[in-house]
């Protein structure tokens, strides 16, 4: 058969399946689903934007009304301030009134996939003390239902509901045939099963191609605009690679499908049971499998150990004895009776709750960062996982960003505490005198100066994710197609 | 009867049974045992630290009762029995809550939190895979019921020879539900009997509990069970009753759940948490400053009609704890009241987006009766407030009626401590739960209702 001849057939079938109707439904259906998957994406991203710019609109608020307070209480007044309503002690400030957050942006992606976004919060309120065992307290419920279905977004729509597609369109070719018994009259033209299973195959890939991409691309301009899109353009190209790796690899396991010659009724049971295996059951398998390499340290135990340094604490001998070792160490030169002001003992507390629960911390910092691994590691296994990770890391919503970010979040813990300690000891040996008549410290008056979130976004995960999958879903299909290619050999006796 | 017992031993020979059933079995026992592996060492960890807990509480030296306040402890929402059959919300909310003075603390470090990203595939316990997996079984038993002997032209032959379709339908129905029983149900029995015996405590009611649970499941697998056979009363290939009934099961498992979820979300807004905690804050800042506080105190003295703190019957201090708490309960009562309110409604309306797809009236249904719905969690999280309001009632009090003069601080020791009572939550009681799980079971039953109402009618005009 002449590349004309084989370019005829293949134009032929394109045509008989575009003429289906089937065909437009399930083409329509998808892109219908393509649109409310970017819509649900797009909504989720602004709602994250704007709790952000919530966020920072809540921190200019507690700077404005400290810098307030700083201009009230600078006079004389016989209204008693505590150090807990006192936000111009550094040490009020810090404990009562700072403001500050630890914030995980969307990504210019960020539309593709919910990911982990809806389970791990992406904005954290910093916070010190005998409550804050974790930091990653800080979360919205919003509805346990969807969060135990999972979102409708692009991610589903793609790594789902694309493969049901292909089954839907190809899941019968060539098997229709063999049942109405056309089979046998195509087999009787000269012309090799190869050829013709290559034609109808080709055909509904290029189709279904077409269609994804075009329709990907046309949901993704309408409710996220190209402008954010066109930031992450080399990883969007990998990734459009990826997704059509990912159609044709169905495409593949329809032709192998097709090739085993047992009628439609076993292809299309077949290709569904393949469908339920690869995108749910392996991955909740490699779930299992993940779980057993990076075993959960117990939160629990932390809150116990927490509880085992407080109630230590809280033993007036213990306490004090705790609270003089720390100051000496800081300032030896220190009076005995600084040991018992309010803001050495707290900060004396925070330091050893923090030592005490240092190992829990570092436990669970290891264990998302191992999840993350073991995930990115096991992925591959599955095509839809793979497909999946790679969306995720590219929207930003993957479980390697959110240990980063958790591992960040307690960094700048750790600068917000080195930023006040020294402020508050200072004022502790050394106290500014205060106007006649004030109540208030007067001490501090840095807001502006506090530190502030490093927030970023790793601009190298996503696309190396999306190579890693694409290399892998094209050697998937590979196998597959030269699997389809050698059964294509004969037509069947 | 005899018609179904025949139909059943024919089932019972067929080879897709047997491979269905050991892999539904198969599925089940791994999740089962995920569950319950993760439910005995949960158990086990609340139980240790809650003995610590109420030592700690004990142990403590003498304070001050304020002190104590802020010491507080910890309290852990014990996990249901029926959690190893479906953990339902259990690892979306929290189950940890902080007690302590002033702070009204959410529950938290969800399980979901520390599961990897490919632990949301939905496969991870029994319920997960009921709802995935066994309408997919249901539809690969059922598709072949009537479209296989039109193929066949078996079915010309029954009809021929005087067989009713009527009597020919509702046995075939019977054997295959009793087949799902037999794979489905009895492996669920055994291993929420197990649970039960394990976890069950009285307040739980776990055996009526299981009892109710199982049934929904099997009411659930019946509701495929008639799809698939009424696909295949009309389709006049088996072929085409299979693709027509993967398809349903691809819309009615797959993409409808999320579609519907997405029109509750849309239809029912509820208040977020951040902004509720944003308006807490704000019912807090203008109360707690210092200008507020020394208003407040002028108006008690003014109250009691003297100068002196120290001319009072009662502590200052005390007493403006005590009305400050007040304060912050209304504020809390009322925000955290709405918030939840919010929440609830949203989870009943998944019982009416039961109407969409069976597959959402089973989880809420599932999740009830199994005491691991949203109703539970905050029922836990109002009962650890009110133990935390008890506590600091019961300290401020102490306070208050124990006025000290000239700046000296009130120091108490156990017998105080001992007069807060170990935190023992009760769940809802079954009473309850039957009175929520009325909306989803009622869409669940009109689902069975519709397609047997369908089928009845199909099957007085079968054709071979």
């Known amino acids: 058969m002449t590349p004309a001849r084989v370019r005829h057939l293949l134009a032929a079938e394109i045509r008989l399946l575009l003429g289906e109707r089937l065909t437009l439904a399930i083409l329509a259906a998808l892109l219908a689903a393509l649109c409310l998957g970017a819509y649900t994406g797009a909504g989720r991203v602004a709602a994250e934007r704007a709790a952000i710019a919530r966020a920072a609109q809540d921190e200019a608020r507690a700077v404005r ?97 694309v493969p049901l597609a292909v089954i839907a369109l190809a899941g019968t070719r060539l098997c229709a045939e063999q049942d109405s018994g056309l089979l046998r009259l195509i087999a009787a033209q000269p012309v090799a099963p190869r050829r013709v299973a290559g034609a109808k195959f080709g055909a509904a890939a290029l189709v279904l191609l077409a269609a994804l991409l075009s329709g990907t691309a046309l949901a993704l301009g309408l409710f996220e605009g190209l402008g954010p899109l066109a930031e992450g353009g080399g990883t969007l190209a990998l990734l459009a690679a990826a997704l059509a790796a990912y159609t044709l690899f169905w495409v593949a396991a329809c ?27 392996l991955p909740a398998s490699l779930s299992l499998a993940v779980d057993a390499l990076a075993p959960r340290p117990s939160r629990i135990a932390a809150i116990d150990a927490s509880r085992e340094a407080q109630e230590r604490f809280s033993l007036a001998p213990e306490g004090r004895r705790i609270a003089a070792a720390w100051l000496a160490e800081r300032a030896p030169q220190a009076g005995a009776a600084l040991r018992d002001a309010p803001e050495i003992r707290r900060l004396a507390r925070d330091a050893f709750y923090d030592a005490a629960v240092a190992s829990h911390r570092e436990a669970a910092r290891l264990h998302a960062e191992a999840t993350a691994r073991w995930s990115r590691r096991l992925a591959p296994l599955s095509p839809a996982a793979s497909l999946l990770l790679a969306l995720e890391t590219a929207a930003g919503t993957d479980a390697a960003r959110h240990a980063a970010f958790l591992a960040a979040a307690a960094e700048y813990r750790r600068s917000l505490r080195a930023f006040f300690e020294p402020r508050i000891l200072a004022q502790a040996l050394h106290p500014v005198p205060v106007c006649a008549g004030c109540q ?51 037509w069947p006796a | ?169 509702a046995g075939r129905f019977a054997a295959l539900l009793c087949a799902t029983v037999l794979v489905v149900g009895l492996p669920l029995l055994a291993l929420g009997g197990l649970a039960a015996a394990r976890f069950g405590l009285p307040g739980w009611q776990a055996w009526p509990r299981l009892l109710a649970w199982v049934a929904a499941q099997i009411g659930y697998a019946a509701v495929f069970l008639l799809l698939a056979m009424l696909l295949s009363l009309t389709a006049r290939t088996a072929r085409g009753a299979l693709a027509a009934a993967l398809a349903v099961w691809v819309l009615l ?107 959402l009236a089973l989880q809420a249904l599932s999740q009830i009766l199994a005491g691991t719905d949203f109703a539970q969690h905050a029922h836990f999280v109002w009962t650890a407030e009110a133990y935390r309001r008890g506590i600091s009632e019961r300290m401020n009090a102490e306070i208050r009626d124990n006025p000290q003069r000239g700046g000296r601080l009130l120091v108490a020791g156990p017998a105080l401590w001992r007069e807060v009572p170990p935190f023992d939550p009760a769940p809802l009681p079954l009473a ?11 869409m669940l039953a009109l689902w069975i209702g519709l397609l047997a109402g369908a089928a009845a009618t199909l099957v007085r005009r079968l054709r071979p």
């Open chain 1, 65 to 161: 009304e400290a810098r307030a307070a700083h201009v009230r209480y600078a006079q004389a007044s016989d209204v008693k301030v505590h150090y807990w309503q006192d936000p111009t002690h550094a040490f009020g400030y810090m404990t009562q009134f700072l403001t500050v957050h630890a914030v995980k942006p969307p990504t210019p992606l960020a539309v593709l996939a919910t990911g982990q976004s809806d389970v791990q919060p992406g904005l954290m309120r910093m916070s010190f003390g005998f409550s804050t065992v974790f930091d990653d307290t800080d979360y919205d419920l919003g509805a346990v239902g969807r969060l135990r279905l999972g979102a409708f977004d692009l991610a589903f729509v793609l790594v789902a509901l």
């Open chain 1, 255 to 281: 032709a192998l499908a097709a090739s085993l010659w047992r009628g439609a009724v076993f292809a299309l049971v077949i290709l569904v049971l393949a469908w339920a295996c690869l995108t749910v059951a």
């Open chain 1, 440 to 490: 208030a410290r007067l001490d501090f008056d840095a807001y502006d100066a506090v530190p502030a979130f490093p927030a970023s976004v790793d601009a190298e995960a996503p696309w190396r994710q999306a190579l890693l999958c694409l290399g892998g879903l094209l050697a998937s299909t590979l196998l597959l197609a030269a699997a389809a290619f050698r059964r294509f050999a004969a």
């Open chain 2, 1 to 169: 009867m005899r018609r179904v017992a025949a139909e059943l031993g024919l089932i019972l020979r067929d080879a897709r049974l047997r491979w269905t059933g050991g892999v539904l079995a198969l599925l089940l026992i791994v999740a089962g045992l995920g569950t319950w592996r993760e439910a005995v060492r949960y158990a086990a960890e609340v139980e240790r630290i809650g003995l610590a807990e109420r030592a700690r509480w004990l142990g403590q030296d003498e304070k001050n009762p304020h002190s104590a306040d802020h010491f507080g402890l910890w309290v852990f929402r014990p996990s249901a029995p029926l959690a190893v059959l479906d953990p339902g919300t259990e690892p979306y909310t929290g189950r940890m809550v902080r007690v302590e003075a002033h702070v009204f603390n959410d529950a938290v470090y969800r399980a979901v939190q520390d599961a990897g990203p490919l632990a949301r595939a939905g496969l991870g316990s029994p319920a997960d895979i009921v709802q995935l997996v066994v309408p997919l079984a249901a539809i690969l038993l059922g598709f072949a019921a009537f479209a296989a002997d039109r193929e066949r032209g078996t079915l010309r032959l029954a009809l021929g020879n005087g067989a009713a379709p009527g009597p020919l339908f």
């Open chain 2, 253 to 359: 498992c797959v993409a409808a759940p999320r579609l519907a979820a997405l029109g509750v979300e849309t239809l029912v807004p509820a208040r977020s948490y951040a902004e509720t905690r944003a308006r807490i804050e704000a019912g807090f800042r203008a109360h707690r400053t210092a200008e507020a506080s020394d208003a407040r105190a002028r108006e008690v003295l003014a109250r009691y009609g003297v100068e002196d703190p120290d001319a009072l019957p009662v502590d200052l201090r005390g007493l403006m704890m005590t009305e400050n708490e007040q304060h912050n309960f209304a504020v809390y009562d009322r925000e955290f009241g709405a918030f939840f309110a919010g929440l609830a409604a949203r989870e009943r309306a998944y019982g009416w987006a039961g109407l969409a797809t069976p597959r």
């Open chain 2, 432 to 442: 309850r739960s039957l009175r929520d799980a009325r909306v989803p079971a009622l």
